[in-house]
């Protein structure tokens, strides 16, 4: 296993609000790679409503990113992902195999509405997990409104998902409520994922290298490596955290 592995990254090229055409993406690829980044899941998000072309649009999109890739950077491993709004819909959608799940395995990247109540996202991931599907609760820092956060965040780890923080939210680049649930979060050993979330390089570019070297000072070399390679290495071969 060779560089970090970033599981959330709207690289596609005109199919969300990530990079806008090919020339972009291939400049978010270019900073992954001087960041250390050497494997990337593409997650563009995905509401479900029975929208059969979708898959096959990202797909395509995708391939065409992964070839011109492939000739640019070959040192870099793309995968297509995805990440989806939750709803009532998704575990019909991700059974017909009409959403992505990350790099083709059974875990998924599922994000709320940020105002929410836990009962509903306590309710969707058990409906995952029912599934068949192991999720990975995207940019988790933004549920800081839920009241007793940590310990509800325990439960659903308890339950069988995992939690992902945005590196920008980990080095303070989105708010003073994100970063200090990320610190409870880091400091009680509940985080899973360290991941990008890329949109672009300008405002959300694909920096994770100042947040890693942050981070294993605070909470230790392993732990920061556990998450930013060896827990998504793991994923990409379909094994339990
Ligand atoms: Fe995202």
Redo the contacts with the bound molecule.
């Keep these: 296993m060779e560089g970090y592995i970033d599981i959330?990254s709207?690289i596609i090229p005109g199919v969300d609000d990530g990079a806008r055409n090919m020339e972009e993406a291939l400049l978010m690829l270019a900073a992954a790679y001087r960041e250390g980044i050497r494997s990337i899941i593409a997650?563009p998000?995905v509401s479900y409503r029975r929208d059969e072309d979708r898959y096959r649009k990202l797909e395509s999109a995708f391939l065409e990113l992964k070839e011109r890739a492939e000739k640019e950077i070959p040192e870099l491993k793309l995968y297509l992902g995805s990440?989806i709004n939750y709803s009532q819909d998704t575990v019909y959608g991700l059974c017909k195999k009409e959403i992505p799940t990350l790099a083709g395995t059974s875990y998924i990247l599922v994000?709320f509405q940020p105002f929410c109540e836990y009962r509903y996202i306590k309710g969707g991931i058990q409906s995952l997990i029912m599934g068949g599907y192991k999720p990975v609760i995207?940019?988790v820092e933004r549920y800081h409104r839920l009241r007793g956060e940590v310990e509800m965040f325990e439960e659903l780890i308890s339950m069988g998902a995992y939690l992902q923080s945005n590196a920008m939210s980990i080095t303070g680049g989105a708010g003073r409520e994100s970063k200090k649930l990320t610190k409870r979060l880091l400091q009680k050993g509940l985080l899973h994922f360290i991941a990008t979330?890329s949109?672009n390089v300008l405002s959300r570019p694909p920096d994770i290298a100042k947040c890693l070297t942050a981070t294993a000072r605070k909470y230790g070399e392993k732990y920061a490596k556990e998450l930013s390679m060896h827990n998504a290495d793991k994923l990409l071969r379909d094994r339990y955290i």
């Design positions: 959330h709207h997650t998000h990440e994000e995207a940019h979330d949109h």
